[in-house]
């Protein structure tokens, strides 16, 4: 069964010298979730926010925060982000040594989690953690950068994978992340994701018309 299309708009692409007023204009225009990517200059090339600005953000949205952790070690720092606001913790499984201690780590603290791949990550690397988790993330673009281009050659896995948890009734739901656009939202959801994350479309597009973006891509066919 299809499950409900939702947006994650990720904040790496707002103006973060306004940072509470772009979450609080996201929520105004429709999101479902806060995406929050989190870079440490060492799983990924590139450095962004940690725990104290995620917790200086959590008074003004009661949306959910969607984390997104590209950073190693996770386990370490998975109780800081619980702490300061996040309601799903997704990391990379080749950033921590036990996987299975990961998904403990944040559920014992009632916390969603995700998994996420990357573009040349396959299925199996997670395929025995699925009846576990909540969501698998799909990076459509290498992890580390907003505004790159969506490589269509992760929509045979997201097909795949959405094979897997139909035939295996399981509760988890495909997340897609990196170059979404007007367009390939449809090939996404047409595979199986129905979390689309976005960046540089939801706050380019259309004179950075939040909403109008937001309700593009969510409807879309
Ligand atoms: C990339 C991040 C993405 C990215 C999305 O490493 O995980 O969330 O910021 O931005 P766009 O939609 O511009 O690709
Ligand atoms: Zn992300």
Not at 92 to 102: G, I, N, R, Y
Not at 137 to 143: A, D, G, N, T
Request: with cysteine.
């Amino acid at each position: 069964m299809i499950k409900p299309i939702k947006i994650s708009p990720s904040i790496l692409s707002a103006d973060f010298s306004k940072l509470g007023e772009e979450v609080m204009a996201l929520e105004k225009a429709g999101a479902d979730y806060i995406h929050i990517d989190v870079m440490d200059g060492h799983f990924v090339p590139n450095l962004t926010i940690g725990p104290e600005v995620i917790k200086k953000l959590r008074p003004l949205t009661k949306k959910i925060f969607d984390v997104h952790l590209m950073i190693s070690p996770v386990d370490k720092f998975v109780k800081d982000f619980i702490n300061a606001g996040a309601d799903i913790i997704t990391f990379h499984p080749e950033a921590t040594p036990d996987v299975s201690k990961t998904i403990d780590l944040i559920k014992k603290e009632g916390k969603k989690v995700g998994i996420s791949l990357k573009p040349k990550s396959q299925i199996n690397l997670i395929e025995k953690y699925l009846e576990e988790i909540d969501l698998v993330l799909i990076m459509s673009v290498e992890p580390g950068f907003a505004g790159q281009k969506f490589m269509p050659e992760v929509l045979d896995k997201t097909r795949n994978l959405w094979k897997i948890i139909q035939e295996n009734n399981l509760k988890a739901e495909i997340e897609i992340d990196g170059g979404i656009n007007f367009q390939n939202c449809v090939d996404a959801k047409k595979a199986g994701a129905n979390i689309l994350v976005s960046g540089s479309t939801i706050f380019k597009e259309n004179n950075g018309d939040l909403k109008k973006n937001i309700g593009i891509l969510r409807t879309n066919k």
